[in-house]
């Protein structure tokens, strides 16, 4: 059979028609699309295709999203830097990636966002209520990568102000906000905030010429928040790289880390551009990794890589002090009178806790100051009696932890983990309230087990993903909701920092419906011995995802692996395919009777196998009347009800290592990994190939209804190639293709980051959702997902004129009662009537008066009376004539 091979060079717009072939190769020249392919009968390297391709001038590429193009974004960590609560406790602030969102500490579900940072954003600090009355303000300020510093109304939300300081922003705090405001009848002081920067230009300047390694890139800076500009001049400090700033809950000391030393600070009473500013010099033997102060007392905590705390108590009493005390203290030098105190550091004492096994990453004091919380990778929440030493536990919380951020409200903190999951607590009890989960980031696989996994799964109707998660743990997010549903714990495993992996879960399916998985997981032999593979079998009956275990199938293929399980479309039916040599149909004992779905068990139905060869991948057609399994290089297609070889097609070039039926069409699309990766398109109805790409392709996602399927393409990583692919595609290592099965050419594609590993499924677009712009006003009925190595994601529409950001409008669903209204005029008076000017449309009217709503909106109390910007806008467009034609 013939066998047209085809080596895709840059795919990178849309395409819409096809040109004539020349004789040796073909590059196609489509200029309305401005796609390129190179065709020939014996494809050449890839290195050279991009050579010819760089060199013609024809290599170019959209990235996702194109310039003035938008997607829905997803998947962003929520533990980047330390949360903020709002000043009523109703709701959290948490940095994500260019956005902060805002999440219902009630409800855990995100009810709005603030968006304007171009680069991640680092720190977010909230306005403190002055008096109680005040707690209905909602004003923050936000600091960037992106080197601005931003204020906002988040109840709206709405951006005030922008400060460009010119330098990315690691850290930021602002002293004056934490001290007491000044009279009303003072002039109000100037604001100044301390940053955190990385100064680059001098690396810059100098990269050209040799390296520096001891470049001092960090600096700490003082920022006139007033005029909106930098302190010129004052530089506090300087280090390799920037630290995180850490204040005090008076806003009297700031300090840092500075490898073994920490950096204190006092504040001034009266802030100035230029005032002299004192600082002292703590020491240690080791390195520090965070530190707190105390709330009234001068105490500060520091934990370093060793798991220790180190307390210093009355710290800077010789340089912090005013110049009456200074003559009344009996300063101590002596070192037996100041236990613990290093060399000549400005303290009285110095103690030592330790508990911790690894580096302490979370530390921070009470709001009374009687206890000292400190966290660390093991998972635990230690509680520290300050004055006795005592302490108790929060354990078993999963995961590492990051941060912990007390709120104005003493029964309430939060705690950040480093599974991607903001815990609210409840004080004192510390019992968990809720969770606010993000998606789990990828888990580190065995050397051997690396690219023989499939650990993402989707449910298409549903717009959820399957994904392997640390712990033996399976994560059910929404792609839609952007937000965590629930996990299924595949292996009972307690999280315990340093311990060897034991178990590799290396597959995870999901049936059409969304109600049945299948998960594989092995366990690792010691020394050789003891290796278990189990296939196992779950549930669900709600639409939250619980699943509960069915069934359990150890070494279902004797002591082989299992590549590839596969659910039928219709029914309670499944295959899994195995490196031994074999496949096996599974059904499930109560299929035909649909008695108990949690009392169902599952047992083998056939077995079957073809010339010995391992079965490297399986799929089932959309009607389910067709069984495809791959035998290395060959596809095999059977009768699954009968369990009889049907036809054999082939045979590829490598082992094939995915399959798919495209839709309902005739078509099924295979991948072939190794030194010659392949991407082919099968006629079921002729038995034969009918195109092909000479491509490594990291996944497939095949549309249900539509002959139409989607490819994750990687981008070669050759020497020859490195040059191309740094120039054109720009640090880009993947391409997403768009293919109407019946047609090699591409309908559209996008460049991507990060692919390696990616993911990809077609999924219904929810009707209930309202989308913004929408150029034809229509919902896109189906939305293709991709999801990357880091499991961030973006959604878009496929088949649009263009790619627009489909911003879903459905916040307010997800406000409680209590929380509707609470902002501004509302939370006052209440909600303000809705009015309409009604306008007249007669276009044959030379001019027509317009009506006058403002005179029925006087009336009533006056408490009801809307905002002026409204009353003048409806007032002084009333008193004019609107001309709708223009006389002749």
């Avoid at 629930?486 to 879960?505: A, I, K, L, W, Y």
């Avoid at 509302?826 to 030379?846: M, T």
């Amino acid at each position: 059979m013939g066998c047209r091979s085809k080596t895709l060079v840059v795919v990178p717009f849309r395409a819409s028609s096809h040109q004539s072939i020349q004789n040796k190769f073909i590059i196609s020249k489509l200029k309305a699309i401005k796609i390129h392919i190179l065709i020939e009968r014996k494809p050449r390297s890839r290195s050279f295709i991009f050579a010819v391709a760089r060199s013609s001038g024809l290599c170019r590429t959209a990235e996702y999203p194109a310039v003035n193009s938008k997607m829905i974004r997803g998947g962003r960590s929520y533990v980047s830097s330390p949360p903020a609560f709002s000043n009523d406790v109703k709701r959290l602030l948490v940095c994500t990636s260019n956005t902060v969102s805002i999440f219902s500490t009630s409800t855990g579900l995100q009810i709005s966002s603030l968006e304007g940072h171009k680069a991640p954003v680092t720190t977010v600090i909230v306005v403190p209520a002055s008096t109680p009355a005040t707690k209905i303000l909602s004003y923050c300020w936000t600091a960037s990568l992106d080197g601005t510093i931003k204020y906002w109304d988040f109840s709206v939300p709405e951006l005030l102000k922008t400060i460009d300081v010119k330098f990315s922003i690691f850290s930021m705090v602002i002293p004056s906000l934490l001290r007491q405001p000044a009279q009303s009848d003072e002039k109000p002081p100037k604001l100044f905030a301390y940053l955190s920067v990385e100064d680059t230009r001098e690396t810059t300047k100098s990269h050209k010429k040799e390296p520096r390694p001891n470049t001092m890139n960090g600096r700490i800076c003082k920022c006139n928040l007033t005029e909106s500009r930098l302190a010129g001049g004052v530089t506090l400090a300087e280090m390799k790289e920037p630290q995180v700033i850490t204040i005090s809950s008076s806003g009297k000391y700031f300090g840092i880390r500075k490898q073994r030393k920490l950096l204190i600070w006092k504040v001034p009473d009266v802030e100035a551009e230029r005032v002299v500013m004192r600082k002292i010099t703590l020491h240690h033997t080791k390195k520090l990794t965070v530190l707190a102060f105390h709330p009234t007392q001068r105490i500060v905590a520091a934990g370093d890589v060793t798991g220790r705390i180190l307390i210093w108590r009355g710290f800077g009493d010789r340089t912090f002090a005013t110049n009456d005390k200074k003559m009344n203290l009996n300063l101590m030098n002596n070192e037996e009178e100041r236990p613990g105190v290093r060399d000549n550091d400005d303290a009285d004492l110095c103690t030592t806790w330790h508990w911790h096994p690894s580096e302490v990453s979370v530390l921070i004091f009470s709001s009374d100051g009687a206890y000292l919380y400190s966290g660390g990778k093991e998972g635990v929440l230690v509680v520290w009696q300050l004055d006795t030493g005592k302490k108790k536990f929060l354990p078993r919380i999963g995961s590492p932890l990051l941060y912990f951020t007390e709120s104005p409200d003493p029964s309430l903190s939060s705690i950040s983990c480093a599974d991607n999951q903001v815990h609210l607590l409840k004080m004192p009890s510390m019992e968990r309230l809720r969770s606010i989960s993000g998606i789990k980031l990828p888990c580190p696989l065995p050397e051997e087990y690396k690219g023989l996994c499939r650990d993402i799964a989707f449910n298409h109707d549903g717009g959820l993903v399957a994904l392997r998660a640390e712990n033996y743990c399976i994560q059910f997010y929404s792609l839609l909701d952007d937000r965590g549903i629930s996990e299924v714990q595949v292996c009972e495993r307690n999280h315990q920092p340093g311990d060897d992996v034991t178990v590799v879960v290396t597959l995870v399916a999901l049936s059409q419906d969304g109600s049945l998985m299948s998960t594989v997981d092995i366990k690792l032999a010691e020394e050789g011995i003891g290796s278990l593979v189990c296939l196992k079998f779950w549930v669900s009956e709600t639409q939250n995802k619980e699943f509960t275990l069915s069934t359990i199938v150890y070494e279902p293929h004797r002591d082989a692996g299992i590549s590839a399980v596969a659910f039928h479309p219709n029914r309670r039916a499944a295959v899994s395919s195995s490196y031994g040599g074999d496949f096996k149909v599974w059904i499930c004992n109560d299929e035909l009777q649909q008695k108990d779905l949690q009392s169902s068990g599952w047992s083998c139905h056939a077995v079957g196998s073809y010339k010995k060869k391992a079965m490297t991948a399986a799929a089932f057609s959309a009607d389910g009347s067709v069984l495809a399994v791959a035998a290395e290089t060959v596809i095999t297609l059977w009768d699954p009800d009968r369990n009889v070889l049907v036809a054999v097609i082939g045979e590829t070039l490598m082992p094939i290592m995915n399959m798919s039926f495209v839709g309902s069409s005739e078509y099924l699309v295979a991948t072939s990994w190794g030194s010659k990766p392949q991407l082919s398109v099968w006629n079921m109805s002729k038995l034969s190939i009918s195109w092909s790409y000479l491509l490594h392709v990291e996944a497939v996602a095949c549309a249900v209804d539509m002959s139409s399927f989607a490819a994750l393409a990687l981008l070669p990583e050759s020497s020859n190639c490195k040059e191309a692919n740094g120039t054109t595609f720009q640090g880009r290592d993947g391409v997403i293709l768009l293919f109407n099965a019946v047609d090699p050419v591409p309908v559209a594609s996008w460049s991507a980051r990060k692919a390696k590993g990616g993911a990809l499924a077609f999924l219904k677009a929810n009707p209930s959702f309202t989308y913004e712009n929408i150029s034809d006003g229509k919902a896109p009925q189906t939305l293709l997902a991709y999801v990357n190595g880091d499991h961030e994601y973006v959604l878009f529409d496929p088949y649009g004129k263009e790619v627009h950001e489909l911003s879903k409008i459905h916040w307010g669903d997800r406000l409680t009662h209590e929380e509707k209204g609470q902002f501004g005029y509302a939370s006052i008076y209440g909600e303000l009537p809705e009015f309409k000017l009604k306008r007249n449309q007669d276009l044959w009217a030379p001019s027509v008066p317009s009506e006058k709503p403002w005179e029925t909106i006087f009336s009533g109390s006056s408490h009801n009376l809307p905002p002026l910007t409204k009353l003048c806008s409806a007032f002084l467009e009333s008193l004019l004539e609107k001309r709708t034609a223009a006389l002749e």
